[in-house]
């Protein structure tokens, strides 16, 4: 969602008449995304619900950045999305107001999102290979609290002064994506800062950190079998990668054309402005499923697990079936 575009390509790159959109494209764009979108939003509310009703699930410490990520996708389903899809259904931004709102959604919450990733995944690094750091209150507070609030507010201040308090001029074109980009992207060091720090910074590093966590959790299991607790790191493990796969996948096509651009300018603008722009809206729409697919507690609630080669006892039968059989209890077996 941070593109990488200079102030002498947004004048001339066609912002200004959009040719690649045509009225069947966008309605096709404009159903997928609602659907998507509701789906998504039943199962965050689904989600949410059972956050609430579960206190175990919410105060475990490797859920807190995996909870928070469901919210932020929620919050950009409900607020940045609704905007790109009234744009797709009538074709252009309403007002000016739309435009500044519709820059802030779409960036704040992408970047909020994606450092918000950043974050889990050198956490997990922590909480599977040095859990001791977070033992205590003062642990707690200064290597989990404080890291995810500065990667929930610092992008959101930051695009707050950026795009409602940068000292310009704000000239939209409501027929274009994003209305062409707020007055702030005219500046091409800002906008290199910002490309840099929100699109190729951050997808590096989860990229980087998610291969070097693979790594660890293999050589240390060979290393240190009896000493910890695999079976519980490998659900950490996974639970991690599911959604930050997410994250690469989504992420770094748009990284990828950026870098190609700084060489050639003109490379894939189209397929950016046609396809790009609006795949990426899939990452938060598909992340409520990808935690609630992890939540094993919620899947786990009535199973029992139970050796085949022993015979079942009294509560196993109950709790299979609701049904008591006295012939299959070791007990009274045991008295015949």
Known sequence: MNPYNNSTEITNLSYKD???????????????????QLLSICCSLFLFFHLITKPKLRRSLRNHTIITLVIISFFQTISDL????????????????????????ALSNYAVGVWVMTWASLERHFLIFHPGLMNTTRGKIFFHYIPLFISLFIPW???????????????????????????????????????????????????????????????????????????????????????????????????????????????????????LYYIVYFLPLLVPFVCLANFRELWNKNRVQVNPLMPLTRTHTVRRTGIVKPTTCVAQTSKV
Request: hydrophobic fraction near 55%.
């Open 18 to 36: 959009i040719s690649f959109e045509t009225n069947i494209a966008n309605l096709i764009k404009f159903i997928i995304l609602l659907i998507f």
């Open 82 to 105: 609704p905007l790109t899809l009234e744009y797709l259904r009538i074709g252009q931004a309403s007002s000016s107001v739309f435009c500044l709102l519709w820059n802030f959604f």
């Open 157 to 275: 201040m930051y695009y707050i002064v950026m795009i409602f308090f940068y000292p310009c001029t704000n000239t939209f074109y409501l027929s274009a994506l994003f209305c062409g980009w707020c007055c702030y992207a005219y500046n091409d060091a800002l906008v290199m800062f910002n490309w840099l720090t929100y699109g190729v910074l951050p997808v590096c590093l989860i990229t980087i950190l998610n291969l070097w966590l693979i790594i660890r959790v293999v050589l240390q299991k060979r290393h240190v079998q009896q000493q910890i607790n695999w079976r519980q790191h490998r659900r950490m493990t996974v639970q991690l990668l599911s959604v930050s796969c997410l994250y690469i996948f989504f992420d770094e096509p748009a990284v990828i054309i950026g870098i190609i651009r700084l060489g050639v300018p003109t490379f894939a603008v189209d397929i950016q402005i046609l396809y």
